[in-house]
């Protein structure tokens, strides 16, 4: 038997967090990235992301853009210029997701942007931003949580877990993550090799 759920339910657990234009939408989105992006080829980057574009996802210059990686809004999602969303990464951005400029998201990382609040008899929905500052850099199978902010240059380890702020130019290791070593500060050699040349 298909059960569905009842907006006027006097039961929170029964009610739709979601409207259903909303999910109408995503399920167009869905269907859509399934059939003209999912099975092409690794560098049709430019065609993924004109796809995206429609759906509404401000995309910057020279990203990179897995065919396996799931966004669940694209038109929650921004990017700047040289952005990698890499192979089989998931997008879960009902908060938004920004993505600044040399962030790379690595293969079967998570960004998750909502919770729900467990102590509210409603289970209430809670929905918060990510933000992803230049040079960040989330590796393979590690957890971004709902609201965290990866300040510039920051590095999440390998499986790691994000529930907090990641501070800039910092390493982070473990489920919570906590630093472990700092990362050099590779604009400052930018910086340090165009003043000589001037």
Not at 175 to 193: C, E, G, H, W, Y
Request: hydrophobic share 40%; net charge positive.
């Amino acid at each position: 038997m298909i059960s569905f759920h009842d907006s006027n339910s006097p039961d929170a657990y029964m009610r739709p967090v979601f409207p259903i234009i909303d999910k109408l939408r995503r399920y167009s989105w869905s269907l859509v990235w399934l059939i003209l992006c999912r099975w092409t080829p690794n560098p049709m980057h430019s065609w993924r992301i004109c796809i995206l574009k429609i759906f509404g996802a401000k995309i910057g210059g020279h990203n990179f853009i897995y065919p396996s990686c799931k966004i669940w809004a694209p038109w929650l999602l921004e990017t700047e210029a040289v952005v990698t969303i890499g192979p089989g990464v998931e997008i879960y951005n009902p908060g938004g997701i920004k993505l600044a400029h040399h962030t790379i998201i690595s293969q079967d990382a998570y960004l998750c942007g909502a919770t729900h609040d467990y102590n509210s008899i409603d289970f209430t929905y809670l929905k918060k931003p990510i933000i992803l500052e230049a040079y960040s850099w989330i590796c393979a199978k590690a957890i971004v949580l709902p609201g965290v902010l990866c300040k510039e240059g920051s590095v999440l380890g390998a499986g790691a877990v994000a529930s907090k702020d990641l501070d800039p130019w910092t390493v982070y290791t473990g489920n919570p993550a906590f630093p472990v070593k700092q990362r050099k500060n590779i604009l400052q050699d930018i910086k340090s090799t165009a003043s000589i040349k001037i």
